[in-house]
């Protein structure tokens, strides 16, 4: 039996989540993706995403971004471009049994 798991979303989801891409503490970073699913009934889907300090301070798109922000320095990085990125929620009943079908592909 072959599955067909899309392993680097996955690790995308990961590295998202427990790093920090900010270059320094003073600046802002505006992650672009081609869909940010924001779980916010009034702006359900977004195309940017910023972090300042490791806390998203602002979603929307990018102009709107830079315009809510003009007094901030803004990085833009789009290296999620043709991603969509949703919140890094884990299901902890869920978690072992994913974990088990990700590390089967080692043992082969």
Request: overall charge neutral.
């Amino acid at each position: 039996m072959k599955f067909n798991v899309k392993v680097r979303n996955v690790a995308l989801c990961i590295l998202f989540s427990t790093t920090s891409f900010a270059q320094d503490a003073s600046s802002v970073v505006v992650y672009t993706a081609r869909e940010i699913i924001t779980l916010d009934p009034s702006h359900p889907v977004v195309q940017a995403v910023a972090v300042e300090e490791n806390r998203i301070i602002a979603t929307g798109s990018l102009e709107e971004i830079q315009r809510s922000l003009s007094d901030k320095t803004l990085t833009v990085d789009s290296r999620f471009a043709d991603l969509v990125l949703i919140p890094g929620f884990i299901n902890q009943h869920e978690h072992a049994w994913l974990a088990s079908l990700l590390f089967i592909y080692r043992l082969r």
